[in-house]
Nanobody, 127 residues
């Protein structure tokens, strides 16, 4: 079992930055691929970014590529999402997810393929 707790959300003006953190419980954190998804009101949960166990392979949604960076510190059981140049359309609840495999693997953009979820943190970008 893995428990995930996100933090770092908040209200920011367009063009600003936020860094989300997700702390995982359990001693096997380093063997999990990690990801971030988001869900805006009235919309489906969508993929944002994913990272392999070593941090060597990262994947991004086209909508955030070049603005967001996913990273991890296995010594701290933590995965981060650095969000720069934020836009109002980035407003959503952001969820941390873990996949019980070392590499991101197939189907990673589909939320149902991830095994564990955090409770989410709200990000609001004002125009």
């Amino acid at each position: 079992q893995v428990q995930l707790v996100e933090s770092g959300g908040g209200l920011v003006q367009a063009g600003g930055s936020l860094r989300l953190s997700c702390v995982a419980s359990g001693r096997t954190f380093s063997s999990y691929a990690m990801g971030w998804f988001r869900q805006a009101p009235g919309k489906e949960r969508e993929f944002v970014a994913a990272l392999s166990w070593s941090g060597g392979s990262a994947y991004y949604a086209d909508s955030v590529k070049g603005r967001f960076t996913i990273s991890r510190d296995n010594s701290k059981n933590t995965v981060y999402l650095q969000m720069n140049s934020l836009k109002p359309e980035d407003t959503a609840i952001y969820y941390c997810a873990a996949r019980a495999r070392s590499f991101v693997g197939l189907g990673y953009t589909t939320w149902v393929s991830w095994d564990y979820w955090g409770q989410g943190t709200q990000v609001t970008v004002s125009s």
